[in-house]
């Protein structure tokens, strides 16, 4: 199992570009999350996915859209990138009858 | 909705002695308390867990407490080792959608 994976590991965007990260994962996980730290905080809940075809909003949703149409892939969507929204992102997944969240290596953004 | 809250933000401690971070939480119906480890550009692992239902769980040289009433949580850590010196994050998580609310992470260093 590769787990939960990200990409890009790194990007940089101009101000107003728009961007998709990628995070899959291969382990059958019905629950998916997408979290964003900022330098020296902890994680922030962006969106999360319960199952394919159900979104809902986290902590700080604004600027930021997802799908989920299958089980492996939750892909975050940025639209009009701002420099707020440089940060480093991580995607999660964890079972419908356990806790333990999986992350994914991160991808680093940087909005100039 | 959820705030958690966590101290100290910087712990240093000799080689040998123990660590002690502690996180209190807002909302009484959080019955999950993660606490993870993050190495400087990695991603967040987790190193132990507890529910609402334990008051104490402990792995080799870590153990978490949890005291509902009073709604704190606190990681303590035995024997430390140059390999702890990381950033350590407590969370909470209040509803079933496993939706985690992460204290603002505490640097701890071991000087050998």
């Known amino acids: 199992n590769a787990g939960v994976t990200q990409t890009p590991k790194f990007r940089i965007l101009k101000i107003g570009q728009s961007m998709t990260l990628q995070c899959t994962q291969d382990?059958?996980?019905?629950?998916m999350y997408w979290y964003r730290q900022d330098p020296g905080m902890g994680l922030k809940l962006i969106y999360y996915?319960?199952?394919?075809?159900?979104?809902d909003k986290g902590e700080v949703p604004n600027g930021y859209n997802v799908s989920r149409s299958t089980t492996e892939d939750f892909p975050l969507r940025l639209e009009l990138a701002a420099p707020s929204q440089t940060s480093v992102y991580f995607c999660?997944?964890?079972?419908?009858?356990?806790?333990?969240?999986?992350f994914g290596p991160g991808t680093r953004l940087t909005v100039t | 909705g959820e705030n958690v809250e966590q101290h100290p933000s910087t712990l240093s401690v000799q080689e040998g002695d123990s660590a002690v971070i502690k996180c209190t939480y807002s909302?009484?119906?959080?019955?999950?308390f993660p606490w993870y480890k993050q190495e400087l550009g990695k991603r967040p692992q987790l190193i132990i867990d507890?529910?609402?239902?334990?008051g104490e769980k402990k792995d080799q040289r870590i153990a978490v407490t949890l005291n509902k009433t009073a709604k704190h949580f606190s990681l303590h850590i035995t024997e430390t080792q140059p390999e702890d010196s990381a950033v350590y994050f407590c969370?909470?998580?209040?509803?079933?959608?496993?939706?985690?609310?992460f204290g603002a992470g505490t640097q701890v260093v071991v000087t050998p």
């Open positions: 382990m059958n996980h019905n629950y």
């Open positions: 909302d009484s119906a959080s019955n999950y």
């Open positions: 507890i529910r609402s239902n334990v």
């Open positions: 996915s319960v199952g394919a075809g159900i979104t």
């Open positions: 969370a909470a998580s209040p509803d079933s959608w496993g939706k985690l609310q």
């Open positions: 999660a997944s964890r079972t419908s009858t356990t806790h333990e969240q999986y």
